[in-house]
């Protein structure tokens, strides 16, 4: 038996892991992830809201769930991860419909040291989710993994992100032959809110079970941090994906995230609060583009609010002339 741990410096730069297992994108798999998160994104619930969208028999998959799944898969690269600290240049360049099979390969591509001595270490990960000879998104993902040996770290220093490319360029991943519905209410730039719902984050080693994610301090409370299990944290995007679809009843998908930080754990039974603006907006073919800002704060009996996500992702929304 060879179950691999790495810590960081274990990681060769360049070299691609051993890949986590194909998973196809079925009925039931999308079931547990909308009894988890509950997603109310119509296209991804109904078969009829699909087809009148994309022209096809097959639903489309929650866009979170594509992710979660590729992000899970990614693991085999995480299994000691201290913390995910950020994602870069997320964008689904094409769509997942049920029946579709996934499949991810991760390749460690820099390292750094922390601020903090020698024990910890920041990997950058590139990440190519297929199916089949199909590439779904090309993205990459900053892990904090620990350090055994120093000696043996590549420390490359970690790049900058690739400066961000204007909010029209995002039509290129918009499928061509997509029908938009009728607006059904307005946008603008600078509308910001607060959803009034707030949501209990639960089920979180479901999820990660659900999308074969490895990572220890997700599982074992003695890998999490001072005795408790950390969320995952596609868990926490997942439910401020669902404040979207609750609070913007004209919203088809998510096609791309700018970026995406983790500002601080999360734990199960914490109360999150989502706060979203809108930032920009382009319209294509039918559709609206909007870039915007959504921030998730969890609240502890006998603690102060902390905010614990930043998320700047790329909606796609019903409506808009051109």
Same mark, same amino acid.
């Given at each position: 038996?060879?179950?691999?741990? =790495?810590?960081?410096?274990? +990681?060769?730069?360049? %070299?691609? /892991? ?9 009925? @039931? ?22 087809? &009148? +969208? ?8 929650? =866009?979170?769930?594509?992710? !979660?799944?590729?992000? @899970? ?24 419909? +049920?029946?579709?099979?996934? &499949? ?18 920041? %990997?950058? *990960? ?13 993205? &990459? ?9 120093? !000696? ?14 204007? +909010? ?32 209990? %984050?639960?089920?979180?080693?479901? *999820?990660?079970? /659900?999308?074969?994610? /490895? ?24 439910? $401020?994906? $669902? ?11 998510? %096609? ?32 609206? /583009? ?12 006998? !603690? ?10 790329? *909606?796609?929304?019903? @409506?808009?002339?051109?």
């Amino acid at each position: 038996m060879n179950v691999s741990l =790495p810590f960081a410096e274990d +990681l060769v730069l360049g %070299v691609p /892991l051993p890949v986590a297992p194909e998973v196809t994108i079925d009925a @039931g798999i999308a079931g547990q992830y909308q009894a988890i998160v509950g997603d109310s994104l119509r296209p991804a619930l109904s078969d009829v809201v699909s087809h &009148q +969208l994309t022209g096809r028999r097959e639903r489309l998959v929650n =866009p979170a769930l594509v992710l !979660s799944v590729s992000i @899970g898969q990614s693991t085999v690269a995480t299994r000691r991860v201290i913390a995910n600290l950020q994602y870069r240049g997320i964008a689904l360049q094409d769509q997942v419909y +049920l029946g579709d099979s996934l &499949q991810t390969v991760v390749t460690p591509i820099a390292a750094d040291w922390t601020r903090n001595g020698r024990e910890r270490a920041k %990997v950058l *990960l590139s990440m190519r989710l297929t199916r089949g000879d199909d590439i779904v998104a090309d993205y &990459q993902r900053l892990a904090l993994l620990p350090v055994l040996d120093p !000696s043996r770290l590549a420390a490359t220093g970690i790049p900058d992100a690739a400066p961000e490319q204007p +909010l029209s360029d995002a039509e290129r991943w918009l499928p061509a032959t997509w029908v938009s519905a009728e607006a059904t209410a307005p946008t603008a730039v600078g509308d910001e809110w607060q959803d009034p719902l707030a949501d209990t %984050v639960s089920s979180a080693r479901e *999820l990660v079970r /659900l999308t074969h994610n /490895l990572a220890a301090t997700h599982r074992d409370f003695r890998q999490g941090l001072d005795g408790q299990r950390l969320v995952y944290g596609g868990h926490t995007v997942g439910l $401020a994906q $669902a404040s979207l679809a609750r609070t913007m009843p004209d919203l088809v998908t998510v %096609v791309a995230w700018r970026s995406c930080s983790h500002l601080a754990p999360v734990f199960e039974e914490d109360l999150l609060t989502v706060h979203t603006r809108i930032d920009a907006i382009a319209k294509v073919r039918g559709f609206r /583009l909007v870039d915007a800002t959504v921030m998730a704060t969890a609240h502890r009996p006998g !603690s102060d609010p902390v905010e614990v996500l930043e998320w700047h992702p790329v *909606l796609v929304l019903a @409506g808009g002339s051109e």
